[in-house]
T-cell receptor
Framework: KQEVTQIPAALSVPEGENLVLNCSFT??????LQWFRQDPGKGLTSLLL?????REQTSGRLNASLDKSSGRSTLYIAASQPGDSATYLC??????????FGTGTSLTVIP | AAGVIQSPRHLIKEKRETATLKCYPI?????VYWYQQGPGQDPQFLIS???????DKGSIPDRFSAQQFSDYHSELNMSSLELGDSALYFC???????????FGPGTRLTVL
């Protein structure tokens, strides 16, 4: 079974800092990897999708990379803002068409 | 832009009752996924449908069933509810399996 782990579990940074969230998965047989943010008690907002053949995707201040062979993805957030405070989840879609979520990183950006 | 719609947003049931959750995917999305997120946990995949046929099955209990209808909306039927079924239930849709999933706001089910 695919296991997805995110490090760190929680992160607190001052506003304006650049930061990196890490995601690792045990089985490299994936179709894609998707990053989400979740606000407390709310739904999931898709941030970036990286197909298994891609190395990275960018959207605004966000950049996600994928190294499928080593089972790792990183989400880079530039110039963090208080509005970025949320839980960030990565999820992989396996070639068996099952979607596995990571354990999440709770981010707090301090004004 | 249209998003995934879930109803109801909140539902309170008693043990051993039944519940039906509904999901309306984004227009032209033919694939629907259901997830369960317990308190403080990450979402767990339950089941998915593609073109009205069950596509994949995750950790869905036998007490739960689901289907996708001709208009692509989906319903998750939950019977003999237990206290442990209290959770946020998310539906997501995509245009074909393996593509970007867009999530609905979730249905918060509380079983008393």
């Amino acid at each position: 079974k695919q296991e997805v782990t995110q490090i760190p579990a929680a992160l607190s940074v001052p506003e304006g800092e650049n930061l990196v969230l890490n995601c690792s998965f045990t089985d490299s047989a994936i179709y894609n990897l998707q990053w989400f943010r979740q606000d407390p008690g709310k739904g999931l907002t898709s941030l970036l999708l990286i197909q298994s053949s891609q190395r990275e995707q960018t959207s605004g201040r966000l950049n996600a990379s994928l190294d499928k062979s080593s089972g790792r993805s990183t989400l880079y957030i530039a110039a963090s803002q208080p509005g970025d405070s949320a839980t960030y989840l990565c999820a992989v879609l396996t070639t068996g068409n099952q979607f596995y979520f990571g354990t999440g990183t709770s981010l707090t950006v301090i004004p | 832009a249209a998003g995934v719609i879930q109803s109801p947003r909140h539902l309170i049931k008693e043990k051993r009752e039944t519940a039906t959750l509904k999901c309306y995917p984004i227009p032209r999305h033919d694939t629907v996924y259901w997830y369960q997120q317990g308190p403080g946990q990450d979402p767990q995949f339950l089941i998915s449908f593609y073109e009205k046929m069950q596509s994949d099955k995750g950790s869905i209990p036998d007490r739960f069933s689901a289907q996708q209808f001709s208009d692509y909306h989906s319903e998750l039927n939950m019977s003999s509810l237990e206290l442990g079924d209290s959770a946020l239930y998310f539906c997501a849709s995509s245009r074909g399996p393996g593509n970007e999933q867009f999530f609905g706001p979730g249905t918060r089910l509380t079983v008393l």
